[in-house]
């Protein structure tokens, strides 16, 4: 076991590392960039993964692409970089993103503090000397000043559950943890549970290869076709063009995409005309498909035009109308579930290899030796993958075993649900930082762009700290209290915590407490309520 620290330059006298980052995906490297490039700081970065690219390094699934517009989905702090990087398609597939991550750590030179295949399992607060100690699975140990976690929201794999999968004989994967070298679906008799985000995009691909492809749906969902396409070089062009106003535009409004939310009631506008937009938005695709009126988000009934439009356009695809009918039997306004974009999604049912099982009238029993039994039939298979989501947001802070004051671990501490100050503080963990952790925008936005906002912030709260020769802060118990109520709030506000089985509300997790994680009072806000509170010397922060 060794021991790791090390003077910062200058900066913490005879402390040892200033800082330690664990993640090393758009978090982590920015965090490490501009503490340790901008500033000066002397910054470990440890990722449990053997390569950079978090979230896109892990989940390599057939057809993982983002839903995030390529000029959207990437870091703004660095003009030359905007410059430079050029997209291939109007949304970047996972492999693309894993490439300009890669391109980062080299452009700014981040790999020599980075170590990789280290995994942290906990981490212990020293209240006299206000340093973190840092244990990785190896047994080493890193002390720090500050802590920072950059580990993601949905980085910590959900497996259901399922009697009997430890008796399958055949090969299961789960598309969040997929095997680096592939998955051979050729010849294959594949069963894919799970219709979010992630397999909605997996199906179709798995469907190119695979023999026979059994898909099985709990809850049915909505999708916009994504219309993916190779880039231009003139569309390119316009893009790098228009990065400054399109940054500007990000930043500030709620979702951190490139588009503004149309300001019009959907229930002003007569059926007509709303059938127009609808069609105009459905042409171009993605998910500003939701930016078509104001109220989507926020009225069932203007929500339920463009969940009948959408309902509309998928019966129209598939062929089978039992299918068809099961595909839209959504239980859900638009929107109030992340919403996926597909690539060919419906139009996959309409292949002969491939079938849809609907759960919801023919349940699972139990995985055997050779396939899914439900209810009714027997499924023989070769291959289950699991498109089964994530125990979001705070999965993977509570793997790892923290240790707060007093000896308080921070699963005791959340026992009954998340709860801290703008999602990055929490009261008895003093200089502990959660990029965009529970009470954050992040999942309810463009990520990259809520992360360099977190980011940004830390930095500057360390720099306030530094500068007032101050070596401890923490969120007061008050400050935390009113940031949930404040939370609660912004999500009454809107449709989203009216679908009980939402991940947003940790439904998808047996045993989780219900309580209702991000912030969805937009980016734009948030933003503001932040820069507010550090321009008044960090009100409701205990700094000492
Ligand atoms: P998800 O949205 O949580 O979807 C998981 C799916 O698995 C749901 O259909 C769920 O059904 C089903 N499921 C879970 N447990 C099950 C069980 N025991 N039996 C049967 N079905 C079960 O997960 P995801 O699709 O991986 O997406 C998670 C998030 O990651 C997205 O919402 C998005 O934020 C992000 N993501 C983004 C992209 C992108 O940008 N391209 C791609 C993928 C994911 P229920 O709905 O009934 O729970």
């Not at 055949?170 to 943890?177: E, R």
């Not at 937009?522 to 933003?527: I, K, P, S």
Request: charged share 20%.
């Amino acid at each position: 076991m060794t021991t790791v620290s090390g003077n910062a330059s200058g900066s913490q006298g005879d402390l040892p590392l200033d800082a330690i980052v664990i993640g090393a995906g758009f978090s982590g490297l920015y965090q490490l960039h501009t503490l340790r490039n901008d500033h000066g700081y002397r910054v470990q970065v440890l990722e449990a993964g053997d390569g950079v690219g978090g979230t896109w390094h892990w989940n390599r699934y057939p057809g993982a692409r983002c839903d995030s517009e390529s000029h959207a989905y990437c870091y703004s702090f660095s003009d030359s970089l905007t410059r430079e990087w050029q997209w291939s398609e109007r949304y970047p597939g996972a492999a693309e993103i894993v490439r300009y991550l890669n391109h980062v750590a080299d452009r700014f030179d981040l790999r020599r503090d980075i170590q990789l295949n280290t995994r942290v399992v906990s981490a212990r607060f020293d209240d006299d000397r206000h340093q973190w100690h840092v244990k990785t699975a190896a047994g080493d140990t890193f002390v720090a000043r500050y802590l920072i976690t950059a580990i993601g929201c949905l980085s910590s794999a959900n497996v259901p559950a399922l009697a009997g999968l430890d008796r399958f004989n055949g090969q299961w994967v789960h598309t969040g943890a997929w095997p680096h070298d592939g998955v051979d679906f050729s010849g294959r008799r594949v069963g894919q549970i799970g219709t979010g985000s992630t397999g909605i995009q997996a199906a179709p691909v798995i469907a190119e290869t695979a023999k026979q492809l059994t898909v099985f749906q709990r809850t049915a969902n909505y999708s916009v076709p994504a219309r993916n396409a190779p880039l231009s070089d003139e569309q390119r062009q316009q893009q790098r063009d228009n990065a400054t106003a399109v940054r500007e535009l990000m930043r500030s409004n709620t979702n951190g995409h490139p588009w503004s939310i149309n300001s019009e009631s959907a229930l002003q506008a007569s059926a007509d005309e709303r059938a127009a937009r609808y069609e105009r938005m459905w042409t171009d695709g993605g998910l500003r498909f939701r930016a078509a009126y104001s109220d989507l988000g926020s009225n069932a009934q203007a929500n339920r035009t463009a969940a009948d439009f959408i309902k509309s356009k998928i019966r129209r695809k598939v062929r089978d109308p039992a299918t068809a009918e099961a595909l839209c039997n959504i239980d859900h306004p638009y929107g109030a579930k992340r919403p996926p974009i597909d690539t060919g999604y419906f139009e996959t049912f309409n292949r002969d290899h491939v079938s849809l099982v609907d759960l919801k009238s023919d349940p699972i029993i139990e995985v055997t030796a050779s396939g899914i039994r439900t209810e009714s039939t027997h499924h023989n298979l070769d291959i289950i993958v699991f498109a089964t989501g994530f125990d979001a947001m705070t999965g993977a802070l509570l793997s790892i075993d923290i240790e707060g004051v007093g000896g308080t671990t921070l699963q005791q501490k959340w026992a009954d649900g998340p709860c801290n100050y703008l999602g990055i503080q929490i009261t008895g963990f003093p200089n502990l930082f959660t990029i965009t952790g529970p009470g954050s925008p992040s999942v309810l936005t463009n990520m990259p762009v809520a992360i360099e906002q977190h980011v940004d912030w830390v930095t500057g709260c360390i720099n306030h700290l530094q500068q007032h020769g101050k070596t401890r802060i923490e969120a007061s118990d008050e400050a935390m209290t009113n940031w949930r109520s404040e939370v609660n709030t912004a999500a009454d506000a809107t449709l989203l915590p009216t679908v009980a089985h939402s991940w947003y509300l940790g439904a998808n997790i047996p045993g989780k407490p219900r309580v209702f994680m991000p912030y969805a009072g937009g980016l734009g806000r948030f933003r503001e309520i932040c820069n507010d509170i550090a321009a008044r010397n960090y009100d409701g922060f205990v700094i000492s």
